[in-house]
């Protein structure tokens, strides 16, 4: 069953009382909130997710909960929670679904160590992962939403999710967050995608998100193993450049680029070894999105 054959008030119900139950890739998710607001955002943007059967476990408990501020009395704030502790202060209102979705990101990355956790996106296409690792500002988001759209099966815009001992790549679609610029870019480029509201005001500027397409959440139990690495950099007005990376420093940036790196030890340095020799690393810079995905389609049609 999924969230769109929930009513308003039956999402409701749940949202406030034990919690809306969720699939969210290997992983399960439960929430609570009882703010209109966000209730009418999620019934909107988690239509697509199935629900969790009441049998099975759930790794994450989380609730967006208002709060009130002695220095700011009049204000309308919320605060994410999870398992009675508060990883951020509170915010305005208005940003309660950003803060749940960075929430869920952060308590995925702080919990989980049976996988290998890269801060990257990657996409599936011709059977095979393309991981596209990036620092922040390097338009890994914008990229992988448009892929989405052009052909490949989103696993992230986040996580490379790798188990360590197989190689294999897990799914984890999530609500992608655009930020600032491209917004519009997006909004011009894919008018069929499903996006939320403008969230101004936020420490990245203005947020929007974006859905994962049906198939790309219908087929997140489908692991893939990776073939393709690709450093993406936007930049204003280059050209298209897709070079080769030795091994070397492709093997450096993943491994300063995993949040449990050094947790998981000669795990997985043994993992990154392993991942680096069988794929085959380039860096991508480019600032036409045509161009990039002709040579991506290049690169993966091999």
């Not at 929930?6 to 969720?22: D, I, K, M, W, Y």
């Not at 999870?82 to 702080?110: K, S």
């Not at 919990?111 to 922040?136: C, D, K, M, T, Y």
């Amino acid at each position: 069953m999924k969230v769109a054959q929930l009513s308003l008030n039956e999402l409701r119900a749940l949202l406030v009382g034990p919690g809306l139950r969720v699939k969210a890739g290997p992983f399960n998710l439960s929430i609570r909130t009882r703010l209109p607001s966000l209730i009418r955002q999620l019934h909107s943007l988690y239509s697509r997710y199935s629900l969790v059967e009441e049998d099975e476990i759930v790794e994450f408990h989380v609730q967006v909960i208002p709060r009130r501020s002695v220095r700011r009395p009049f204000a309308r704030l919320i605060q994410f929670e999870v398992d009675g502790r508060f990883p951020f202060p509170p915010v305005p209102l208005e940003q309660a679904l950003a803060t749940l979705e960075w929430g869920v990101n952060l308590v995925i990355a702080a919990r989980i160590n049976h996988f290998l956790l890269f801060h990257s996106a990657a996409v599936e296409r011709n059977g095979h992962v393309l991981l596209l690792p990036a620092w922040p500002g390097s338009g890994k988001t914008t990229l992988s939403a448009m892929l989405m759209y052009h052909g490949y099966r989103l696993f992230s815009d986040e996580f490379g999710l790798m188990e360590p001992q197989s190689g294999e790549f897990y799914p984890l679609p999530r609500l992608m967050p655009l930020k600032n610029q491209s917004i519009e870019v997006v909004r011009n480029r894919l008018p069929e995608a499903m996006l939320g509201p403008e969230i101004p005001g936020t420490l990245k500027g203005t947020v929007v998100h974006i859905c994962p397409t049906q198939a790309s959440i219908e087929q997140s139990d489908e692991t893939a193993r990776p073939r393709w690495i690709v450093f993406p950099k936007w930049s204003a007005g280059a050209a298209v450049r897709l070079e080769p990376l030795p091994q070397s420093e492709a093997f450096l940036l993943l491994a300063t680029n995993a949040f449990n790196y050094e947790v998981l030890g000669k795990t997985a340095f043994n993992a990154v070894t392993n991942l680096v020799r069988g794929c085959e690393c380039r860096k991508l810079v480019y600032s036409d999105f045509d161009e990039a995905l002709a040579v991506l389609n290049a690169l993966t049609d091999g």
